[in-house]
């Protein structure tokens, strides 16, 4: 089983930006797809985007298409979320999440699909 841990989150003003990241152990993490996941107090985990193994598909939830960015290093068993422009409705916890690459990139944005989860990384925006 991969262990995930998410660093990166914190306290920002609307406008700034944060950079998230998400560090797997334990497994090959090119053997995964990733996905990043929120949820703020009172509402459901929610979609943010999720990458491929390979990084040849991303998915954005359209809520956050063209602000923010999620890459992957597979050399470095990581992968990133770039969050710009950020709003005071993005304010949540984050978390990262993984399934295995045999599972089809269409189901990437169906929380469902992963079987792996980080502890998740708080994310405030001030206004």
């Known amino acids: 089983q991969v262990q995930l841990v998410e660093s990166g989150g914190g306290l920002v003003q609307a406008g700034g930006s944060l950079r998230l990241s998400c560090a797997a152990s334990g497994r090959t993490f090119s053997g995964y797809h990733m996905g990043w996941f929120r949820q703020a107090p009172g509402k459901e985990r929610e979609f943010v985007a999720a990458i491929s193994w390979g990084g040849a598909r991303i998915y954005y939830a359209d809520s956050v298409k063209g602000r923010f960015t999620i890459s992957r290093d597979n050399a470095k068993n990581t992968v990133y979320l770039q969050m710009n422009s950020l709003k005071p409705e993005d304010t949540a916890v984050y978390y990262c999440?993984?399934?295995?690459?045999?599972?089809?990139?269409?189901?990437?944005?169906?929380?469902?699909?992963?079987?792996?989860w980080g502890e998740g990384t708080q994310v405030t925006v001030s206004s």
């Open positions: 999440a993984a399934v295995s690459r045999s599972v089809p990139t269409t189901t990437l944005t169906d929380p469902l699909a992963y079987h792996a």
